[in-house]
């Protein structure tokens, strides 16, 4: 059984920087362009601070630039161009089943995007050629720590899965609602943000610190991500002509760089998001209801981590069904879902009988605060319940399952008996308080690239990656050599 997989950081809440026990190898894998910029000064900051650094990034003009300012960067491609021309691609598909943490070779692409609509042979030869690459990248380059970005691509999938397996540590980014909100899981994305243990009795300064940071919380009443927007900017006009220079010049064999079809898709949600308006329902008033909020169809944790519970709607008609005469299931879209959802998938929610969706950018806060309970499938809408004291369901174990405040299920198997429990549920104010605290504990300062791509928050990210990298080095075992890494 996998252990708590968080990492504590050094000095608890104070945060104190340690001065690291020995320079670290980093090695950050991105797929281009504002991913591989922002990175590229976070390993800046490392390399200042006496680490060092490479990038391993699918687009070869962000791999040009990081070299250009004097740092390691590997373009993916240009590796895979490297290989030699023939290769026993089903051996290779063995030998990488065989050697690799991975339930099936497939896994290691059946979620990338780029791979759908694709012929199976395809998408085998480039997972294959991505491995195969990758391995040499390792072998040059012998890394300490490896970090991805958090998502459903084969170079992020493989990467971690060589990483596994020559005892490279993985620093996956999560983002939560904590003051310090970077939540830092060691070489596993699934699992409990707190050992069970740390859920202790609090210190008067401890409970009062938890309490501000539930009131402040509370009191901004806003999503923690911005609401998605399809509306035509500079901006995005600028990032259009970008894209099609980029790729014109230099990334043309970069199957992420797709300008025409990011165009289009916004056309799509603006189109989607101004058609559903009227298929949404007014905020409830009149009769008691279990606050339900959407997951992004296309999120990493119901495509690879949960995958049970990536038929949305299947859930949501549980739920629905195992509610009391009388009750609603209020449902609303995630904030950056705004316009992505497909209107067949809208107006089969509006069919259900007792299903209520919401406008999309109504105030979860509010939708909370008047629900009799809230069920998610991994959802942080869970964790902001539990700062009101609401019964929670959690389906498919969210890092904040387990400690005695939600009732959990694994997936959506139990969900009939689940709900009544869950209506007679009542959460203990002095638990909560207490596992927020245990929470808050494990939790970093900074933010993954899509929530801050500003420098002071790169430095921040760049402390937070050191200040684990040195917890990680005081409790491991002595220190692999490089033929161990290289195995």
Known sequence: MRQNLSVKPIG???????????????????????????????????????????????????????????????????????????????????????????????????????????????????????????ESIFDEWSP??????VGNETVRIASHLIALKRGVRTLFLFYTIFPAPLRLYVDHMQGPIADPKDVRPLMSEESARVEKFVADFLRRDKPIRDYRSSRVTPHRTRMLARHFVVRTLWDADNEYLRPLQWALGLVRERTRSVVAERLYDAAPTDRPYVYFPLHMTDDYKLKRLIPDCADQLAIIAQVARALPQGYDLVVKEHPLSIGRNPLTMLHRLRRMRNVRLVPPRSSSHAL???????????????????????????????????????????????????????LRFRPDHVRIREFLHAAMERCYPGAPVLIDRGDKNARELARSLELAATAMAMTAAPARSTADRRR
């Open 12 to 134: 608890g809440s104070t945060l104190a920087l340690a001065e690291p026990q020995q320079p670290q190898r980093f090695l950050f894998v991105t797929l281009g362009h504002i991913e591989s910029d922002f990175y590229e000064r976070v390993g800046g900051r490392l390399a200042e601070r006496g680490h060092a650094v490479a990038h391993i990034t699918v687009s070869r003009r962000a791999a040009m630039l990081i070299s250009s300012r004097g740092f390691t960067a590997y373009c993916l491609a240009d590796r895979v161009r490297a290989l030699p021309a023939a290769i026993d691609v089903q051996a290779e598909v063995e030998r990488i089943a065989q050697t690799y943490d991975t339930p099936t070779f497939r896994d290691i692409y059946r979620t990338d995007f780029v791979c759908d609509g694709r012929p199976e042979q395809w998408a085998i030869e480039r997972a294959v050629k991505h491995v195969l690459a990758l």
């Open 144 to 149: 300490d720590i490896l970090v991805p970005e």
């Open 368 to 422: 909370i605060a008047g629900a009799q309970a809230v069920a998610v499938i991994s959802s942080t809408v869970g964790l902001e319940a539990l700062l009101q004291e609401k019964p929670v369901l959690t389906i498919g174990r969210p890092f904040y399952a387990g400690f005695g405040v939600t009732v959990d299920l694994d997936g959506p198997v139990g969900i009939r008996e689940a709900v009544p429990e869950l």
